[in-house]
C-alpha cells in the first residue's frame, strides 16, 4: 500500500468581495504525513475549509506551493491530484441507488477502462460492506437516515482509492450520539485503509479524539500544530489555551524558575508551583492557564489560591463551580465530584492547583 503526504508551503488565499480584499488564508505551512489523520480546527471564518479546497484544486492559491510527495501540485488540475472530499451536506445523486451512488466514480473511471464491469460490481460491494450498508444497497438516498447517507458518500469517495481523502465538518449535520459513533467509524476506517485524512471541523473534541495531528487555526493562520495530547497540555499562545478545553487564563508574573520547575505570583499575590513548564525569565508577565479538571477545593495554607464561589453548575457527571480569585485576582471553574457536600454560593474556599497541568502562556 502506498501512502501520500502533503507540504503547504506559506499558502495564501485573498479573496475580494464588495470592493474589500482579505486573506482567507495568510501563510500556512504544514507537514502532513503519509497515512496520517491531520485535522484543521478553528471557529467559523477562520480558513479551515479554504485551505482543503486548495489542498483539492478547487480554489487556486494567491501564493504559495502545495507538494504531494515532494512533487509541486500547485497548479495541477483537480481530476489529477487523486484525492476526494467528503463534505457536510453529504451531496448524494437523489435519484440514484445507494449502490449507484457509490459505483458512480469507479463508472467515470471504467470509461478510461480503469474498471471493467465486474470488477466495479465487486468493488463497490465491499466498500458497501465496510461502511454497514450492505442492506441498503437499494435504497434512494431520501430512504436512509442522515449517518446513512454519509456513510454512502464515506463509500463513494473511498471506492475509488484515492490517495488523500478530504473531509468538510462530515458529521456536522448529525446529532451528538450519531456523530460519536461515526467518529469511532471514521477512525476505524483510517487505520483499516492507511490513507492519508485532513479532517476539518469546528469541534474541538472530535478533533481531540480522532487526529494524530490538529493545525489549531485562527484568521487563516495556524496558531499551532501538534498532537492532540501537546495541544491540550502544552498549548502554545493564549489563543489555543482558551480554544482547547475551557481553560480560564489569569494574569500572573513569573517568579522563579529552576529548571522546569517555576512559581508564579498573582494579582492577588497568591503563589502557584508549576512543573513542566516552558522556560520564562522572571519577573515576566505571564498567562496562567488553568482548567476545572486540575483544581480542587483544598485546605488554606501552602500552594493554595483563595476564592470565592459565585455560581455553581450541576452537569451530571461532576459539579462546575464558578470561583472569583480574591482581590480580583481571575475568574476559574473548578469540578468537583457530585458526592462531595456541596459548597455554598458566597463561600470562601482555597484551591489547590495541579503543579504538571497547570501551564504558562506567554502571549
Ligand atoms: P471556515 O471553513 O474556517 O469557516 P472559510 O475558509 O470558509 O472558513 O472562509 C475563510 C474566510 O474567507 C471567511 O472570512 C469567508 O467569509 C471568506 N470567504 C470564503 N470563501 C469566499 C469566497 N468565495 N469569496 C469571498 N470570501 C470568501
Ligand atoms: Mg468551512
Not at 30 to 37: E, N, Q, V
Request: proline letters at 4%; aromatic letters at 6%; charged letters at 25%.
Amino acid at each position: 500500500m502506498t501512502t501520500t503526504g502533503i507540504e503547504l508551503r506559506n499558502l495564501r488565499k485573498l479573496y475580494e468581495a464588495h470592493g474589500h480584499a482579505s486573506w482567507a488564508v495568510d501563510g500556512v505551512d504544514m507537514t502532513i504525513g503519509a497515512g496520517k489523520f491531520i485535522t484543521l480546527l478553528g471557529p467559523s471564518g477562520c480558513g479551515k475549509t479554504t485551505t482543503l479546497r486548495m489542498i483539492a484544486g478547487l480554489e487556486i492559491p494567491t501564493s504559495g506551493q502545495i507538494f504531494r510527495d515532494g512533487e509541486d501540485i500547485t497548479d495541477q488540475p483537480v481530476t489529477d491530484r487523486d484525492m476526494r472530499m467528503v463534505f457536510q451536506d453529504f451531496a448524494l445523486f437523489p435519484n440514484m441507488t445507494v449502490e449507484e451512488n457509490v459505483a458512480f466514480g469507479l463508472r467515470v473511471k471504467r470509461k478510461k477502462g480503469q474498471y471493467s464491469e465486474a470488477q466495479i460490481r465487486q468493488r463497490v460491494a465491499e466498500f458497501l460492506e465496510l461502511v454497514h450498508l450492505k442492506d441498503h444497497a437499494l435504497k434512494k438516498p431520501h430512504q436512509l437516515s442522515g449517518g446513512q447517507k454519509q456513510r454512502v458518500s464515506l463509500a463513494r469517495a473511498l471506492v475509488t482509492d484515492p490517495k488523500v481523502v478530504l473531509f468538510d465538518e462530515p458529521l456536522g449535520s448529525l446529532d451528538a450520539n450519531l456523530r460519536k459513533i461515526m467518529q469511532l467509524e471514521l477512525i476505524r476506517l483510517h487505520r483499516e485503509l492507511g490513507k492519508t485524512f485532513v479532517y476539518v471541523t469546528h469541534d474541538q473534541d472530535e478533533a481531540m479524539a480522532m487526529s494524530d495531528s490538529i493545525a489549531v487555526m485562527s484568521q487563516g493562520k495556524v496558531m499551532q500544530f501538534g498532537t492532540p495530547r501537546e495541544i491540550y497540555d502544552r498549548p502554545a499562545n493564549r489563543y489555543v489555551a482558551s480554544f482547547i478545553g475551557h481553560a480560564h487564563i489569569v494574569n500572573a508574573m513569573v517568579e522563579s524558575q529552576q529548571a522546569d520547575a517555576m512559581t508564579v505570583r498573582l494579582e492577588n499575590g497568591d503563589r502557584v508551583g508549576l512543573q513542566g513548564t516552558p522556560t520564562v525569565a522572571p519577573g515576566s508577565e505571564v498567562g496562567l492557564m488553568l482548567r476545572a479538571e486540575d483544581l480542587a477545593f483544598a485546605d488554606a495554607g501552602a500552594g493554595a489560591i483563595g476564592g470565592k464561589v459565585v455560581d455553581s453548575l450541576y452537569r451530571g457527571e461532576y459539579v462546575e463551580y464558578v470561583v472569583e480569585l480574591l482581590g480580583n485576582a481571575g475568574v476559574v471553574h473548578v469540578h468537583a465530584r457530585t458526592d462531595l457536600p456541596a459548597v455554598a454560593h458566597g463561600t470562601t474556599v482555597a484551591l489547590s492547583v495541579n503543579p504538571t497541568k497547570a501551564h504558562v502562556v506567554v502571549h
